[in-house]
């Protein structure tokens, strides 16, 4: 796999440089009231570039007679025709103007490449670098977690209840980055702090199904962290970040005598030219926590080259490196577990057993993509990856120690034959392997000889989209192959059929069916350990875990103002692995059946007040564990029936304020301390931004009512936090 990983990047053709000569077009973007704006400025077929903060831009443009097109969402777009010759300059200002009609943005990830929004057969959430910059925040999964349809369970992503909660182990949701899967080669979970906040440009969010594309993990959906393109010219991006953590509401749950702190401070910068491009980030940042046993330390340093040997040749290199040293609180304390008070529970502190308890966690990826268009009809891509992960536990009763890693490689084609037609085919292999002490595949949780073991997944896949009239029909497939410890596992099929119908009274309707499949994670496999308390022990016979999933939905646009969008969708799950206490332990089984169904809707909308909008999204889901053998239907775990967010924003000048509010029914049902209290989560962020020049300052106040209450059994969730970052672009 290693051979084939170096072979794939070593083979693939390259053009030689275009010889025609080449022009430099700069100048500035701004909006009728001389706001600037952060545009994309593009020559078609040519890289483009993002104007920075201030507007600014300057591009590599090929000499001669060309079309400029200024694109930023929400207002027209503008085309320019310029002719400048082989080594010269030339300075244009642009002024856009307020779209008359909300303009759809440009996607690529339901359907691996480029693609109109109103033109996927899945619901897809957009959440855009504007998004997360207005939040002060340190990791990007804050921000995904207000889109529509998608929670997050103490640190695991839902998709509309897809994954539930198990410790960050098995998601049913594949991360990607730039199109690179990222999910760890051991667990199967996601590391959300592994790009640096400062370089995501937007995350997109598939909903549903993806296997057909995407194979293993992406049972419950996509979500792909697109990194920022590396702009022309010379930046440079300065980020302090600084923040507090109310003191309990009550005297009796004090546990410190001091208020807790965060602070964090990042450097970006970035030079681009006509044929090589880069950028670097790194920083850190420091946090007292919350409650007892909280304190963490993150470290982290991520690069980007590109080298475009052609105006259709793109070469990218990507990586990066995180270092986390954090104290592992547990769960809180009960009566005569801690110093309680005379209190029943302690929320703020963690209960005696796992006093002392550290985790060491290193992560990081490299990947290499190599883009290139052929001709107007062919185009492909290659890419090599490799993603590590290494953790130590450090706790009063033994070490937990493990080390994995996940080679990846990729072919993928994109074939436009005449007519209105694409097809998508490719081929993806990937290795991960982990060795250590908690994967023994003894039932004796007692047992801590280290041991290794491997999964290997081979796949091909084709997709195809005819258009016939105004409808886009879309028919694909996936195969996918794995073995573990060089034992053949399992061979897996995953079809996809979509329609898309625009209409022009009641928008773009949209339904598809598919399979989705995840292979269980070597993780829940092979791990025997201790989870609070409770002996975790292994299951080496479970199966992949299938599901059809259907859905119904429709985009449209009510007026100039207001956008919605509405999806009715159900999935049938089959041998989906859950989380099961039986005789006092926990083990990873094969649940027979399970069915998620539902109702998804957002609406998007701009008042008349200028510069004021909102959303709202709300998430309905009824999500059973089916009757099987001895045991009756019943809720499936850490999934709530009502999820509603509400967002707004208002925007004068260089000032802004917006808000969310986030509330969240409560749990049916959870697997472990079942007789604990639930309640609902009602939960309001307020925040608030100021651009001065090269300036902007942006605060915070999460959890403004400092309501208390737990996400997951026994697990505090975050308090009121106040927070600021102050950044320096250049």
Known sequence: M??????????????????????????????????????????????????????????????????????????????????????DSLERDYRLVPAVALLQPVIVTAGKRSQLLSQVVTSVALVTDTEVARRAITTVDEAVDKAPGVQFLNGQVNIRGSSGYVQGLGSRVLMLVDGVPANQGDRGGINWDLVPLEDVARVEIVKGAGSALYGSAALGGVVNVITREIPSGLHARVRALGGVYADPPHDIWKFRDYTGAQEGLDVTASYGADVVRGSYTAGGWHSDGYRGQDRRNHWQTAGKAQWLPSPTTRVTTSGSWASDQYETPLIWCTQGSCDDRGQAFQPFMIDASGRGAFTRSDKGYL???????????????????????????????????????????????????????????????????VRTNIFTGDTNPASSVARTHDQREFAAYAEGEHRVGTVRLVA???????????????????????????????????????????????????????????????????????????????????????????????????DLIEPTVDNGRIQFRNVTRARLAGLDLAVTATAPVAGLSSTLSYTFLHARQLAHDSVPERPLAFRPTHLLTLSADYQRGAIGVGGDFRYTSRLDRV????????????????????????????????????????????????????????????
């Open 2 to 87: 290693r051979s084939l990983l170096l072979g794939a990047l070593a083979i693939v053709p390259l053009r030689a440089a275009s010889a025609q000569g080449t022009a430099a077009l700069y100048g500035s973007v701004r909006d009728s009231s001389s706001r600037p704006l952060r545009a994309v400025v593009r020559v078609n077929g040519h890289p483009a570039t993002v104007a920075d903060t201030q507007g600014r831009f300057r591009l590599s443009v090929p000499a001669g007679r060309v079309i400029v097109r200024v694109s930023f969402l929400g207002f027209q777009s503008v085309d320019d025709t310029v002719t400048v010759a082989a080594g």
């Open 367 to 433: 990947a290499t993509t190599v883009d290139q268009r052929a001709s107007e009809r062919f185009a492909w891509q290659a890419r090599g990856s490799w993603g590590r992960t290494h953790f130590t536990d450090f706790q009063p009763a033994g070490d937990d120690w493990g080390v994995a890693n996940r080679y990846g490689v990729e072919f993928r084609g994109e074939v436009r034959p005449p007519g209105d037609r694409v097809v998508t085919v490719g081929a993806e292999g990937s290795f991960s392997d």
């Open 476 to 574: 694909g497939t996936r195969i996918d192959h794995l073995d573990v410890d060089g034992g053949g596992l399992a061979t897996v099929l995953s079809p996809r059929l979509g329609v898309v119908l625009p209409t022009a009274r009641v928008g773009v309707w949209r339904a598809s069916v598919g399979r989705g499949f995840r292979a269980p994670s070597l993780a829940e496999r092979f791990v025997s350990t201790l989870v609070q308390g409770i002996p975790v022990v292994p299951n080496p016979n479970l199966r992949p875990e299938t599901a059809w999933s259907v859905e119904l939905g429709d985009a449209a646009t009510l007026s100039s103002a207001v956008r919605t969008d509405a999806a009715l969708f159900w999935t049938d799950a089959y």
């Open 671 to 730: 697997e472990i301390y079942e007789a604990d209290p639930r309640v609902a989560e009602k939960v309001l962020n307020l925040r608030a931004s100021a651009v001065w020049g090269a300036w902007t300052l942006r605060a915070q106040l999460a959890n403004a009512l400092n309501y208390i209450y737990s996400q997951v059994p026994r697990t505090l969730a975050p308090v009121r936090t106040l927070a600021a970052t102050i950044t320096w672009t250049y």
